[in-house]
């Protein structure tokens, strides 16, 4: 019904927040220990990752509408090319 929109909303809340954490740092006199900013470096990580195959997958459905062909996985053409042989 909503789409992306709450996806969004919870994405730019999360932003906000680590800012403003971010630049007050000083003043809540917080602390990130080697362990706490390699799961914070991993998330980020697999945030970007994640991102960019949902975006993959986006163009490749997108670019698939308009020229009028089916998308197919590699992994699909693969096994239809063996039970072919």
Not at 23 to 28: D, G, K, T
Not at 48 to 70: E, I, M, P
């Amino acid at each position: 019904m909503f789409g992306l929109l709450p996806f969004f909303a919870a994405i730019n809340l999360l932003l906000l927040f680590s800012c403003y954490t971010l630049l007050n740092m000083h003043f809540f006199l917080l602390y990130i220990d080697p362990g706490s900013g390699s799961y914070i470096l991993q998330m980020i990580i697999a945030a970007v990752l994640g991102v960019s195959f949902f975006f993959k997958n986006f163009w490749l459905n997108v670019k698939a509408f308009f020229t009028g062909r089916k998308y197919k996985k590699n992994e699909e053409e693969n096994g239809e090319k063996d039970e072919a042989e």
